[in-house]
């Protein structure tokens, strides 16, 4: 006779192998991901040529972003998925809070160290120009950047984590597979840091997604890249260079 514990665990497992929206959805989505990313590589959306700019740059980022989402609460609604199932785990108390955010700390400190550094200075990357001129270099400008951090925290998460890496699982019937290929399509929806900072930025992604699966909840990376955002900005306006 199987445990109560069994039958939920299996039940999870299968879920996690169910599309969430249809296929043309998903290439739909990838579409515009991709071509943001080619976009800004190309300087379209990150040139920054007078101050005011930088916010506008900052703001359109998080007007598409919060698209991306709407379109997917769209294509997960008519399949009845909520998007809270989407976002997954909850927080009954602060010691629940508490919890994923320690683990995002020592995520962001372990994961986001050896990758992002490790693997940027094995490769001798740079940020690029287009990367440089976002950055904030005023009060205002550091405002902003923070709730663009909030954004992409909560956005992206949902998007490669929540949406992505379900719809890439279901497609190969793998979960492993689903968290590898949103992880690479995170990488390539940086093409404005460069080829040589999306490798580590698209291990990043798998490794986000790895979390994302072992809590069964996007919670504790939605916290983490909020902290790994808002820190590389904090950086930037007031460390040396």
């Not at 010691?95 to 094995?122: E, K, N, P, Q």
Request: proline fraction near 5%; aromatic fraction near 12%.
């Amino acid at each position: 006779m199987s445990s109560p514990q069994t039958i939920p665990n299996q039940a999870e497992r299968d879920s996690s192998h169910r599309a969430v929206a249809p296929a043309w959805h998903t290439v739909v989505v990838l579409f515009v991901l991709l071509g943001f990313s080619f976009a800004g590589r190309h300087g379209h959306f990150t040139s920054v040529r007078v101050p005011h700019s930088r916010a506008a740059a900052y703001i359109l980022v998080m007007i598409v972003e919060w698209l991306i989402v709407a379109f997917i609460w769209y294509g997960v609604n008519r399949r009845g998925v909520r998007m809270a199932e989407l976002v997954g785990g909850n927080w009954p108390g602060p010691i629940a809070f508490l919890r994923d955010f320690g683990i995002a700390v020592g995520f962001v400190l372990i994961f986001g160290g050896l990758v992002l550094s490790g693997l940027a200075h094995l490769l001798k990357a740079v940020p690029s120009p287009a990367m440089r001129a976002i950055m904030p270099q005023s009060r205002s400008d550091l405002i902003l950047w923070v709730v663009l951090s909030l954004t992409a925290g909560f956005c992206e998460e949902v998007i490669q984590r929540g949406y992505l890496q379900r719809q890439f699982a279901a497609m190969t019937d793998s979960t492993l597979a689903g968290i590898v290929l949103q992880g690479i399509v995170f990488g390539l929806g940086h093409g404005y840091q460069g080829w040589k900072l999306m490798v580590p930025i698209g291990i990043y992604g798998i490794l986000f997604g790895w979390l994302a699966y072992w809590r069964r909840s996007l919670r504790p990376g939605m916290i983490g890249h909020f902290l790994q955002d808002a820190a590389g900005g904090f950086i930037a306006r007031y460390l040396p260079h």
